[in-house]
C-alpha cells in the first residue's frame, strides 16, 4: 500500500512507540543532544555483556565474539550509509572523528582553515588548538541561508587548504547542500571535514555521491544508538595516503588479535590500507552491538514508512504552527531536517526549557549563547506530541 505524505504525518505509530521505554512517561524532542535507544538494543548489550562474562572475555569464544561483533556493527554502519565498509573507522563519537581528521595533516602557519560561525565546540576548539600549535589562521564565516554555496565560495582563498563544517547545524537546524559545496571544495583541493552529528539518520543523503574527505558521525543522537560508539567516514582515494597521518596508532592500526607478524623489532609495520588505519583498538564491542540493532530497528522502521520523509513533514508541521505565533521569532529557514530552533521575544530560552520539563515533562533544548530553544523532531514523535508542545507554547509571555 502506499503511503501518500498526509498518512505518513497522521499514520498511527504505535506498535514503533512501543519498543522505546522512556517514550511511556516523557515527551521527547532531544534526539540531536541524545536519542533514546530502542528496547532491542538495550538486549542487545546486555547480551553480549552476559556473554563475555559466561565465557570469560580473554577466552578464545570471548575473544572470537568481540572480533565479529565489531566486524558485523561496521557492516551494518555502512549498508546503513551506503557505503563500503573500508570507508568505515570506528569512534566513540563525533568529535573523535574531528580531530583524527584535522591533526592527521601537516598545518603550518601559512595554512587557513574555513569553518562558520555556527560551528559546536567539537569543531571549534580543535580548531583553536591547531591554531595555537601551527599558527594556523581560522576564517571564521557567516552562511547566507538563501545562498551557502556562495557564502563558502567567496571566502575560499589561495591559502585555504582544508574547510570545516556542519552538515546540518546544531543551533539553527539549517540543513546545507553539502555535495554542491564539496564539489567546489574539490575543484580547489580543499580538505572537507564535515561534522555530521545533527545530520546522519536525520536527512537523508548518501555519503559516496557527496563524498568529502572525512564525515565524522555519533551513534548517540539520531542513529538511537548508545553513548560511546560513533564513525568517522574517510575517502577511499584518501587510504595508504600520507598525509592523513593516523595520530593515534595501536595494534587494530595495523593487525588483528590473531596476527603479530604485522611488526617487528626494526620499526618496520604493516598499515592498513583502509579506514581502520585510525583505529587503535579499546572498543567496546558490546556497545557497537548496540548500535548495530539500533540501525537494524531504523531500518525495520523505514520498510514500513519513510523515515526521513516523516521527520521533515513533522518538523515542517511544527514551523508553521510556530510562525502562527506572534510571541515566536523561527530561526531554522527552509532548508531543514529534524531540528527546529526559535527564539521567544520576552521570555529567556532557559526558561522556556525548564518550565516545559518541570510542569510538562515536556523535553527540548537550549541554546545558550543563542538564546533559542530547539527541538529534534524524530520518526517516532507525533503529530499529537507537536500540538501538546505548540500548546503549552501558545501559552509562555
Known sequence: MTIVKNDLLNIDIKDIRAHFPSLKEITYFNSGWTGPMPSSAILAIQDSINYQAKVGPSSKDGVKAQIQEVVKAKSKIAEYFFTQTENICLTTNTTLGINLALNGYDWSDKDEILTTKEEHASVLIPLYNLKERFGIKIKLIDVDCSDPIKSFAKNISKQTKAAVFCHLFWTNGNLLPLNEIVRILRQHEIIS?????????????LIDDAVPDFY??????????????????????????????????????????????????????????????????????????????????????????????????????????????????????????????????????????????????????????????????????????????????????
Open 216 to 397: 565524522a558521525v555519533p551513534g548517540q543522537k539520531w542513529l538511537l544508538g548508545p553513548v560511546g560508539t560513533g564513525f568517522l567516514y574517510i575517502r577511499k582515494e584518501l587510504h595508504g595516503k600520507r598525509p592523513p597521518w593516523p595520530i593515534i596508532v595501536g595494534y587494530e592500526s595495523a593487525g588483528d588479535a590473531s596476527d603479530d607478524s604485522c611488526y617487528d623489532l626494526n620499526c618496520n609495520w604493516s598499515a592498513k590500507k583502509h579506514a581502520g588505519l585510525f583505529e587503535f583498538g579499546g572498543l567496546n564491542n558490546s556497545l557497537f552491538t548496540g548500535l548495530r540493532e539500533s540501525l537494524d530497528f531504523a531500518s525495520s522502521v523505514n520498510k514500513k514508512i519513510n523515515i526521513y520523509e516523516r521527520i521533515k513533514l513533522l518538523s515542517q508541521y511544527f514551523i508553521n504552527g510556530l510562525k502562527e505565533m506572534k510571541s515566536v521569532e523561527v530561526i531554522t529557514s527552509n532548508q531543514y531536517a529534524g531540528l527546529v530552533a526559535w527564539k521567544h521575544k520576552s521570555t529567556s530560552s532557559s526558561k522556556v526549557v525548564h518550565d516545559l520539563w518541570h510542569d510538562h515533562k515536556i523535553l527540548i533544548r537550549e541554546i545558550e549563547n543563542f538564546n533559542y530553544c530547539r527541538a529534534s523532531l524524530h520518526f517516532f514523535n507525533t503529530k499529537d506530541e507537536i500540538d501538546k508542545l505548540l500548546s503549552v507554547l501558545k501559552d509562555i509571555r
Open 193 to 205: 571535514i564535515i561534522d555530521g552529528a545533527q545530520s546522519a539518520g536525520a536527512a537523508s543523503f
